[in-house]
């Protein structure tokens, strides 16, 4: 098996200006946001990735058949507008690895003419967040006011931290290539999979690809997870009186 193999289910009119990464990080806020608009935008998959950096596992199907894992590109072409995706449940188990699989996305993201990449994740701030910013990183400066303007923040520029993984690499590989590269990052505990942090991500990545798309699913998800975080507190409250009970 090679390091990385990319496997093509079409070669034709494949190119895209922008490519969405949503693969898995902090809260699943960006594979949340990701899946969502392939699903609202109708992507079709048009690669598989497979490679010796991802986890020695197999994904054992609904039927008991096992499958390699891998990663996905999608493409989708409504209303006029191309854009890919690269999804997936796995990022490289080693650091090395990373390097190398980001390296094969931008191989990919050149060959299909991707001039833009908005890589997505989430912002753990170790605690439930009531109204979650949507903090923003760039790999050109010019690009911050465009960022700015649609709803993203740069209130985290001045801390001096980190973006781990692929949405990081690609920034910064991605400059090397002259591609354009804008991180947005939905604020989160980093506890749960926050589709509220994803419900406002996808309102300042709507602005900046300038489209429109249905937020109701995630909404949805965003009430039953806060329906959800509410009775774990009623919960958590109602055990803390009883011991205060017993104590007395």
Known sequence: MEPVTVSFSRDDNLDAPVLIEGLPGIGHVGKLVADHLIDELEGEMIAEISSLHFPPQVVVDEQGVTHLVNNKVYRSEKNGKAVLFLV???????APGHYILTERYLDIAESLGVRRIYALGGYGVGHLVENP?????VNMERLRPEVEAAGGSFENAGSEGVIVGASGLLLGLGEVRGIEGICLMGETSGYIADPKSADNLLSVLSRLLGIEVDHTSLQQRAGEMEQLIARVREAEEAKGREELSYIG
């Open 133 to 137: 910013r949507v903090l923003s990183a």
């Open 88 to 94: 997936g449940d796995f990022q490289s188990s080693s």
